[in-house]
């Protein structure tokens, strides 16, 4: 009896520590400027095409989708960054359509877009992967499948293809993507994500004692300039992750499991890139992984990466 009081002790212990944690930090009320350069990609003007069409996810929600149909070559899903949507392939996924290199579907994950059910939210850790795999079956059709992600979005399909994924796609495109935040590719701070450190510490503890009731706090914000907040685009904005969001949203914490289960890959990444470390991408990928070609892009950022011409002539390479 003794023995059994003593790990009830313990376990309350780390309750009590892990709530103190919790509750000694808090979101700031509105977190505008900094991080990223947006300056090198467009804010204003028109707006990209909503999503006209949705799909169906396992636990019934209709998840909003931009299709760009084409007769030829691989299906091809494109996952967007932290914070944004599918808008920011709008100009790419076109071009590659329309110029007969691909069946191209870019959804507005779960939790972001126009109108979420609940923005910067979802219902459990690995949701976002699952919402990828039903995707993907909804539009299996026999072709080849290419999973491609930027940012946030290729840590998530590294996530996916060791995960819900897993031994479903041909090639990976992987742009910038975050790998971990104790990856060598990590920088101290971009000023893009602000993290709450000790909430996230406390969170992390219940989750080992499998109390996940307290997942949906918000853990991560995110630097959007006033030009972007301000301009047509500034309602789709999601300024805020939850603790499940923020987790699923990102390969596991052993980060090299994940990258070791890719297939065959292609990482693109700009030499001036704001937010993570460009010259270690292909030394930390090898560490796990011989199947990827890594290349660095000059004089490119972490944004302005998805539409340059060089990144569009590494994808369609990739297609061909």
Not at 45 to 55: H, L, V
Not at 63 to 68: A, D, I, V
Not at 72 to 79: A, D, E, R, W
Not at 203 to 214: T, V
Request: hydrophobic share 45%; glycine share 10%.
């Amino acid at each position: 009896m003794s023995v059994l009081w003593t790990i009830l002790a313990i376990a309350a212990g780390q309750i009590a520590l892990a709530l103190g944690l919790i509750a000694s930090q808090h979101p700031r009320s509105d977190l505008r400027g900094g991080g990223l350069d947006f300056k090198r990609i467009s804010t204003g003007g028109a707006a990209p095409p909503p999503p006209e069409q949705s799909y169906r996810a396992r636990d019934g929600a209709v998840l909003p989708l931009r299709h760009y149909p084409c007769a030829k070559g691989p299906l091809l899903v494109m996952v967007h960054g932290s914070g944004w949507h599918g808008g920011q392939f709008a100009a790419l996924a076109e071009m590659l359509a329309t110029g007969g290199h691909a069946q191209v579907l870019v959804p507005d994950l779960r939790g972001h877009g126009i109108a979420p059910r609940r923005r910067g939210d979802i219902d459990y850790i690995d949701q976002l992967e699952d919402d990828l795999a039903d995707l993907v079956a909804a539009y299996d059709t026999g072709r080849k499948l290419v999973m491609l992600g930027h940012s946030s979005g290729g840590g998530l399909v590294i996530r996916a293809l060791n995960g819900a994924l897993k031994g479903r796609a041909d090639h990976a495109i992987l742009l910038a993507p975050f790998l971990k935040h104790n990856a060598p590719t990590a920088r101290e701070s971009s000023g893009w994500a602000i993290t709450l450190t000790r909430r996230i510490v406390g969170l992390s503890m219940l989750n080992m004692l499998r109390f996940c009731g307290l997942n949906g706090l918000t853990t991560v914000q995110f630097r959007f300039p006033d030009a972007v907040l301000d301009g047509p685009l500034g309602h789709t904005a999601t300024r805020s992750y939850s603790y499940r969001m923020m987790t699923g949203f990102a390969p596991r914490a052993a980060y090299l499991k994940d990258i070791a289960a890719l297939p065959d890959f292609t990482l693109v990444a700009g030499t001036e890139d704001e937010a993570f470390r460009a010259d270690r991408y292909h030394e930390t990928m090898a560490l796990a992984s011989n199947r990827g070609h890594t290349h660095l892009i000059p004089a490119l950022g972490h944004l302005d990466l998805v539409d340059a011409p060089e990144t569009a002539a590494v994808i369609r390479q990739v297609l061909a």
